[in-house]
């Protein structure tokens, strides 16, 4: 295995925090009707959540799967957030490919409808995603 892929995990929680900073900004910026910085945060978060995809299939391709040694109350906690997060970013991709079609396509009142699940899934993908990455590689690494 590249000695490179190891700082993969680490890039992954940047580019996850980088998306909910855009999505929350993104909607701060639809809320003052700021279509454009709006257009462009999301558009923004878009291409971080598809690098983050990208690195993190990388990683695992090559690393597997990384046991979790935490014990006692932390377990629970780490495996409830984990399952949580992985359910949630499966059904967040068509999610965010429909949100992001109808909102091409100029059908706003279908994009918000949509986006009303969409933003606020997203973002908790997105924040467990680094808590997940916190818990396995900062709080309770692998010795």
Same mark, same amino acid.
């Given at each position: 295995?590249?000695?490179?892929?190891?700082?993969?995990?680490?890039?992954?929680?940047? +580019?996850?925090?980088? @998306?909910?900073? %855009?999505?929350?900004?993104?909607?701060? =910026?639809?809320?003052?009707? &700021?279509?454009?910085?709006?257009?462009?945060?999301?558009? @923004?978060?878009?291409?971080? @959540?598809?690098?983050? %995809?990208? @690195? =993190?299939?990388?990683?695992?391709?090559?690393?597997? $799967?990384?046991?979790?040694?935490?014990?006692?109350?932390?377990?629970?906690?780490?495996?409830?957030? %984990?399952?949580?997060?992985?359910? +949630?970013?499966?059904?967040?991709?068509?999610?965010?490919?429909?949100?992001? =079609?109808?909102?091409?396509?100029?059908?706003?009142? &279908?994009? &918000?409808?949509?986006?009303?699940?969409?933003?606020?899934?997203?973002?908790?993908?997105?924040?467990?995603?680094?808590?997940?990455?916190?818990? +396995?590689?900062?709080? =309770?690494? $692998? &010795?």
């Amino acid at each position: 295995m590249p000695d490179a892929i190891l700082v993969l995990p680490h890039i992954n929680a940047l +580019l996850n925090s980088a @998306s909910a900073v %855009l999505l929350i900004t993104g909607y701060t =910026y639809i809320r003052r009707l &700021r279509v454009k910085a709006h257009r462009n945060c999301q558009v @923004s978060a878009v291409i971080t @959540s598809s690098l983050f %995809l990208v @690195s =993190y299939l990388t990683y695992h391709y090559y690393h597997g $799967a990384t046991r979790f040694p935490g014990q006692g109350i932390a377990r629970p906690i780490y495996f409830t957030i %984990l399952i949580s997060h992985t359910i +949630l970013a499966i059904a967040i991709i068509p999610m965010v490919l429909i949100t992001l =079609y109808r909102a091409a396509r100029g059908e706003f009142e &279908r994009h &918000r409808r949509i986006a009303r699940w969409t933003l606020p899934i997203w973002i908790y993908v997105s924040v467990t995603g680094v808590i997940v990455y916190l818990m +396995l590689y900062q709080i =309770y690494p $692998a &010795r």
